[in-house]
T-cell receptor
Framework: SAVISQKPSRDICQRGTSLTIQCQVD?????MFWYRQQPGQSLTLIAT?????????ESGFVIDKFPISRPNLTFSTLTVSNMSPEDSSIYLC???????????FGPGTRLTVL | QKEVEQNSGPLSVPEGAIASLNCTYS??????FFWYRQYSGKSPELIMS????GDKEDGRFTAQLNKASQYVSLLIRDSQPSDSATYLC?????????????FGTGTRLKVLA
């Protein structure tokens, strides 16, 4: 499976600021996704990052709050904008390719907003 | 509303026993099913995928799928303390053209030494 890295691995941020999380894959992939996992909860899909076009957001998530870029088939960024303590969570990127439709996850970014 | 349901647990089993984890899903057209293991503080790791009715074995793990009953399970034989983790069931949403998953809430497994 692909090797996936995320930066930063963790961060502590002040309310009202923004943080950009990077996801890098060592091979070209068809699909890239961004998830949020709040403490003790399961994974919630934020959006599908589409190469060369606007991301597809899930209900409850909007582009102004979570802008996403995917300039090529190996890289994507998620920005958490105008942060509040409710945005404290683990943010995960995942990638998928091929007919098996298996998703593989990056190590995650642990975000704390004060 | 498409749903994937799991018992949150914790499911406690003694070392060496068989752990049985269950998952039901609501979307009849789902075609692909996945089990992930997540250790505390780590990201989910894919351990099994299954696409056809019946059993699929990989080492100590067996996935079982019954599309008529909309039920998928994971059996872990000879459970080890290192198997203690949260197990997430994921179902490919809708028809075969999509990669999107619906995740269950996970079952916490504790293997007692």
């Amino acid at each position: 499976s692909a090797v996936i890295s995320q930066k930063p691995s963790r961060d502590i941020c002040q309310r009202g600021t923004s943080l950009t999380i990077q996801c890098q894959v060592d091979s070209q992939v068809t699909m890239m996704f961004w998830y949020r996992q709040q403490p003790g909860q399961s994974l919630t899909l934020i959006a599908t990052a589409n190469q060369g076009s606007e991301a597809t957001y899930e209900s409850g998530f909007v582009i102004d709050k979570f802008p996403i870029s995917r300039p090529n088939l190996t890289f994507s960024t998620l920005t958490v904008s105008n942060m509040s303590p409710e945005d404290s969570s683990i943010y995960l990127c995942s990638v998928a390719s091929g007919r098996a439709r298996e998703q593989f996850f990056g190590p995650g970014t642990r975000l704390t907003v004060l | 509303q498409k749903e994937v349901e799991q018992n949150s647990g914790p499911l406690s089993v003694p070392e060496g026993a068989i752990a049985s984890l269950n998952c039901t899903y609501s979307d009849r057209v789902s075609q692909s099913f996945f089990w992930y293991r997540q250790y505390s503080g780590k990201s989910p790791e894919l351990i099994m995928s299954i696409y056809s009715n019946g059993d699929k074995e990989d080492g100590r793990f067996t996935a079982q799928l019954n599309k008529a009953s909309q039920y998928v399970s994971l059996l872990i034989r000879d459970s080890q303390p290192s198997d203690s983790a949260t197990y997430l069931c994921a179902v490919n949403e809708g028809t075969s053209g999509t990669y999107k998953y619906i995740f269950g809430t996970g079952t916490r497994l504790k293997v007692l030494a």
